[in-house]
């Protein structure tokens, strides 16, 4: 059963041991805010000696979404393993580390808990130090351990529940520009791919839904990108807020047109699916591409980066970040203010095990320690919370009005975009 267990479900990656100094420490990150049961080991130099995943995926598949009970069920039959597979195959034993990081805020109560438990479980038996870790600043940090990012750098978080718009200052210093005010971006894709059911196509079937309508948006025809008309959200306020709501609406609003016009059976696809991808893909990636260009001028016009700081650097990263569309985009845009783009490797964008050790490790060398602590007892989950400091009232205060930057968002089959 087990062998069966970690073929179907699980993807792991090991590194020779060697390949690390001795000297170097090594954290245990424990990830389970949501659906995804994450642990991995890495050392203060980036290399990931050992890390594990077990994916609920396809069990939240059959429910059309994640169901919180049933998410904490997977989570505790699979947690001592997904563990003890990623020291397994680092070669190490709890002995060996230095400590334990674990995700305990924000996410689903239920799906925390049991991260924080068999944490604490680890850290106790082994008199080892507990590092809490907020999710969302884990993934804005990630990138750094694959790429020469220097503080302070502007991120951009997005992914299925999240979407935020971050200048990152140090390991504990994030200030909020912008965020959601309804749906994530990830979100609304998953929706709106279930709604066009694109599982019923059989290259699509496996695929999550914002991969399933990138993939049918980049077979599109030369034309298409222009075939359906989405508005463009809160274009009349001059902030770095996001809204996919009415993205989400306008897309439900035109399948059910389409639909009811051409007389489709109920299980049957918009015979331009591919069309109508594309141009969602389109309205999707332009919200992004305005609120993430008003950030980087704001960040100019504030001045938050000092002029001993000529390196400008953009990270995207999350779930959504996956998606070559959006990040080609944004990085095309981001270019033209002179900045450099980053992403974590797509495998790591996603919610795992080694973005929240590779933040215990950040933290305990630049000793940001505060919140480090062998009093296992005072550490507690939290399901909301802020991921720093708002600057979200100055950034409406600032009211910028800007010129769009020209970006080709499908190369070859439009034209430039604004």
């Known amino acids: 059963m087990m062998r069966r267990v970690l073929s179907k479900f699980a993807r792991f990656r090991t590194v020779n041991r060697h390949l690390a100094t001795q000297s170097s420490p090594v954290v245990l990150g424990i990830e389970t805010s949501c659906d995804d049961t994450g642990a991995a080991l890495v050392t203060g130099n980036g290399t990931v000696l050992g890390e594990y995943i077990h994916s609920q995926q396809s069990s939240h598949l059959r429910f059309g979404g994640i169901i919180p009970p049933v998410a904490q069920d997977i989570h505790r039959a ?170 989400k609406n306008t897309a439900t609003r035109h399948i059910l047109e389409r639909e009811s016009t051409l007389h489709l059976a109920p299980d049957a696809l918009l015979p331009d699916y591919e069309a109508f991808c594309a141009c969602f893909l389109k309205g999707v990636t332009r919200h992004m591409l305005h609120r993430t260009q008003r950030a980087i001028e704001y960040c100019e016009r504030r001045k938050l980066f000092s002029d001993a700081e000529p390196h400008r650097s953009l990270v995207v990263s999350g779930g959504v970040a996956c998606n070559d569309v959006i990040f080609n985009a944004l990085s095309s845009m981001a270019a033209q203010f002179g900045y450099s783009t980053y992403r974590p490797p797509k495998k790591l964008c996603t919610d795992n095990g080694t973005m929240i050790a590779w933040n215990g490790m950040e933290k305990l060398l630049a000793k940001d320690t505060a919140e480090m602590t062998t009093k296992y007892e005072q550490v507690d989950i939290s399901g909301k919370c802020p991921i720093g400091d708002s600057l979200i009232d100055d950034v409406k205060e600032a009211n910028i009005a800007c010129k769009w930057a020209k970006v080709d968002i499908f190369p070859g089959k439009e034209e430039v975009s604004r």
């Open 78 to 247: 699979n947690i001592e393993s997904v563990v003890q597979n990623a020291f397994k195959l680092a070669n190490m034993t709890p002995n060996d580390i230095d400590a334990v990081a674990v995700t305990n805020r924000p996410g689903l109560p239920l799906s925390l808990i049991v991260g924080m438990r068999y944490a604490k479980h680890i850290a106790r038996s082994y008199n080892k130090p507990l590092i809490p870790i907020h999710h969302m600043q884990a993934h804005a940090l990630m990138a750094r351990m694959t790429s020469t990012i220097p503080y302070p750098f502007l991120c951009l978080l997005v992914s299925g529940g999240h979407s935020l718009l971050v200048f990152v200052e140090s390991t504990a210093r994030f200030r909020l520009l912008g965020e959601t005010l309804d749906d994530a971006p990830g979100e609304a894709l998953d929706k709106i791919a279930r709604r066009l059911k694109l599982r019923n196509v059989a290259k699509y079937a496996q695929m999550s839904g914002g991969q399933a309508i990138e993939a049918a948006a980049q077979q599109a025809g030369a034309n298409d990108t222009s075939a359906y008309e989405f508005p463009l959200p809160l274009s009349k306020y001059r902030d770095c807020q996001f809204s996919f709501a009415g993205l």
